[in-house]
C-alpha cells in the first residue's frame, strides 16, 4: 500500500500523510489536518467534496448540484444532515463522549463526515474556526460545531446518502458509502458511466 501511496504522492502531489494510528478517534485529527493544510494550498476551486474513501461518488452529479447551491461569496456546507442528535453516554461505545467532554444534551446540527460539499471560503473560515472551538473526537458533530459557531450554514440535500443504496439509483443521487472493496467500487462506477452514456445518446 505504501508503495502506491509514494506513486501517487509523486505523481500528482496531492496525498497528504499524518503519522498516527488509522482508528476511528483518530479521524477528527485526519479532518482537522486536512482542513488545515488545505487552507494553506494556493489554489483556485469552485467547489471542495470532502469525502470518505468508501464511498461511491455521482461526480456529475455533485457539480451539477454544486453549481445551483453554491456560490462563491457563501459560507455554506452540503450533505446528509442530523438535527437533535444526543450524546452518547455508554461506555462501550465508539461514539462514546463523557459530560467533561460535552456537558450539553444534545449535539448541534451536524452533516454526516463522510461527504461534505462546500467551496474553498468555507474551507478557510472552518480552518479558522477550528482554532477556538474544544475538540471532541466525533469528527463530523465537531464540524458542526465549528460551523454553528462561526454562522456557516448547513443544509441538507437528500442525495447524499448516509447509507448503501443499489446503484441502479444512482442516476438521481450523489453519493452512497458501503463500498470497502476496490473492485466493487471500480464496477459501480463503470456501471454509472456507462448508464450516463447511454442517456446522453437519448
Known amino acids: ?14 496525498v497528504i500523510q499524518l503519522n498516527i494510528e488509522d482508528k476511528y478517534e483518530n479521524l ?7 482542513l488545515l493544510s488545505l487552507s494553506k494550498l494556493n489554489i483556485r476551486t469552485e467547489y471542495v467534496h470532502c469525502v470518505d474513501d468508501d464511498r461511491l461518488v455521482n461526480a456529475i452529479n455533485v457539480y451539477d448540484i454544486a ?6 461569496s457563501d459560507t455554506v456546507m452540503l450533505g446528509f444532515m442530523v438535527n437533535l442528535s444526543r450524546p452518547d453516554r455508554s461506555l462501550t ?5 463523557s459530560f467533561e467532554d460535552y456537558p450539553f444534551l444534545y449535539f448541534p446540527s451536524y452533516i454526516i463526515g463522510g461527504t461534505i460539499l462546500t467551496n474553498m471560503k468555507t474551507i478557510h473560515m472552518l480552518s479558522k474556526g477550528i482554532r477556538h472551538v474544544r475538540l471532541i473526537q466525533i469528527e463530523d458533530v465537531y464540524i458542526g ?3 454553528t459557531a462561526f454562522k456557516i450554514e448547513m443544509r441538507h440535500h437528500k442525495g447524499f446518502f448516509p447509507f448503501k443504496k ?10 452512497s458509502p458501503g463500498y470497502d472493496l476496490a473492485y466493487a467500487l471500480l464496477r459501480d462506477w463503470e456501471f454509472i458511466h456507462q448508464y450516463e452514456k447511454i442517456d446522453h445518446r437519448r
Not at 500500500?1 to 496531492?14: A, V
Not at 453549481?67 to 462563491?72: G, L, V, W
Open 93 to 97: 461505545s465508539k461514539n462514546y463522549i
Open 28 to 34: 477528527v485529527y485526519k479532518t482537522v489536518y486536512a
Open 145 to 147: 460545531m465549528v460551523a
Open 166 to 175: 443499489p446503484v441502479e439509483m444512482f442516476s438521481n443521487i450523489l453519493s
Open 67 to 72: 453549481k445551483q447551491n453554491i456560490a462563491q
Open 1 to 14: 500500500m505504501d508503495h502506491f501511496i509514494d506513486w501517487e504522492s509523486k505523481r500528482h502531489k496531492d
